[in-house]
């Protein structure tokens, strides 16, 4: 090698990454191109053009792409339902708690988590493992929201309901908002009154109480 080489190679040497890293690499990258472009859009020769591979070494890593997709599928979903719950944490009470979840999941800017929601059931059709990750992330939901209901029960602050049956309904509810998000069905301005009313209802709190937070609040989050 002439000095000249010798000195190219060192300005720019190229760093081999273990298998564990190139893991980790292929799925923030699929991550990323699920949120732009859609989970039934993610392909290996997409990644390999995004990370300047070849389709092989992806392949390498991740030879079953159904897989992958509900892998990222879920940590996406994941991740979500992990700041939801940390944002949730120092809520004074539940009827706050309940309050802040619907503004949360109202607020504008979410349509790319709706699509991944959205996504994740019509794959799950055709695809087991898809499915799987959609139920299990369904019932986080419905018990994360059952336990803020319950802890309202038992403080007095709500109605003396079914906590279980009650999360069904709201996870239905957001579910519902999800599809009307990505295609602008509606007032978006209307969203968090929409889905607060038939809550305050169920939970026989006094009309308004849920939307005091103007879903706009979160629109810069």
Same mark, same amino acid.
């Given at each position: 090698?002439?000095? #000249? ?10 760093? $081999? ?5 190139? $893991?980790?690499? +292929? ?7 699920? %949120? ?5 859009? %993610?392909?290996? !020769?997409? *990644?390999?053009?995004? %990370? ?8 390498? =890593? ?8 509900? !892998?990222? @599928? ?10 939801? @719950? ?14 802040? %979840? +619907? ?24 695809? &087991?493992?898809?499915? #799987? ?6 019932? !986080? ?11 309202? *029960?038992?403080?007095? #602050? ?7 049956? @009650?999360?069904?309904?709201? +996870? ?7 599809? /009307?998000?990505?295609? &602008? =069905?509606?007032?978006?301005?209307? =969203?968090?009154? $929409? ?6 209802? !169920? ?17 810069? /989050?």
């Amino acid at each position: 090698m002439t000095d #000249e080489q010798q000195e190219k190679s060192a300005a720019s040497p190229r760093r $081999r990454l273990s298998s564990e890293q190139r $893991r980790e690499q +292929i799925l923030n990258t699929a991550e990323a191109q699920v %949120l732009r472009s859609g989970l039934q859009h %993610l392909t290996h !020769r997409g *990644i390999a053009s995004e %990370l300047g591979v070849t389709h092989a070494l992806v392949v390498h =890593y991740e030879p079953d792409m159904g897989a992958l997709r509900a !892998r990222v @599928c879920e940590s996406l979903l994941l991740a979500e339902y992990d700041e939801t @719950c940390a944002r949730l944490a120092s809520v004074p009470d539940a009827v706050a708690g309940v309050r802040e %979840l +619907i503004a949360l999941m109202s607020r504008p800017g979410r349509e790319e988590m709706a699509a991944v929601w959205l996504d994740g059931w019509s794959l799950g059709r055709r695809h &087991g493992p898809t499915a #799987e990750v959609m139920r299990q992330m369904m019932d !986080r939901w419905q018990g994360f929201v059952a336990e803020l209901v319950s802890r309202g *029960i038992a403080a007095g #602050e709500f109605a003396d309901v079914d906590a279980q049956a @009650c999360a069904w309904e709201a +996870i239905a509810l957001l579910d519902g908002l999800n599809a /009307h998000t990505l295609v &602008g =069905y509606g007032d978006r301005s209307h =969203y968090t009154e $929409r889905v607060a009313a038939p809550m305050e209802a !169920r939970l026989g709190l006094p009309h308004g109480t849920l939307a005091l937070q103007n879903s706009t609040h979160y629109a810069a /989050h």
